[in-house]
């Protein structure tokens, strides 16, 4: 599988969001909250920082860099199987790369349930 993360495997939509966030299931690989559910369509993925715990853009910018880039790494431990999930940053302080593709990998072994 190739390891790029193009247009089409990005969650974007609010009611595709909304939806998501309504029925989807939950669990927390510090310092992400992760919602994902199974979906018929290709894998798609949202990440967010949120602007309540970073003012400055740029530090949101990085810390969605940081994911979107550990998710590209590791999105071949999903294997086939499709879901929509988003990885929603927590901690207060920002983490290096380490530590958020730790957690990026414990979650995407988690929701395929390895």
């Known amino acids: 599988m ?65 994911m979107r880039e550990a998710y590209r790494l590791h999105q071949d431990l999903l294997g086939d199987a499709h879901y929509q999930i988003a990885f929603n940053y927590m901690d207060k302080e920002k983490q290096d790369f380490a530590s958020i593709e730790k957690a990026v990998c414990k979650a995407l072994k988690k929701i395929n349930g390895k």
Not at 20 to 33: N, Q, S
Not at 35 to 54: N, R
């Open 2 to 66: 190739a390891n790029g993360f193009p247009k089409h495997s990005r969650l974007c939509g609010q009611i595709r969001i909304a939806q998501l966030y309504k029925t989807g299931r939950r669990f927390v690989a510090w310092p992400l909250r992760v919602t994902w559910e199974p979906t018929e369509d290709q894998t798609q993925v949202l990440v967010w920082a949120p602007k309540s715990l970073f003012k400055h853009a740029v530090d949101r910018n990085h810390l969605r860099r940081l």
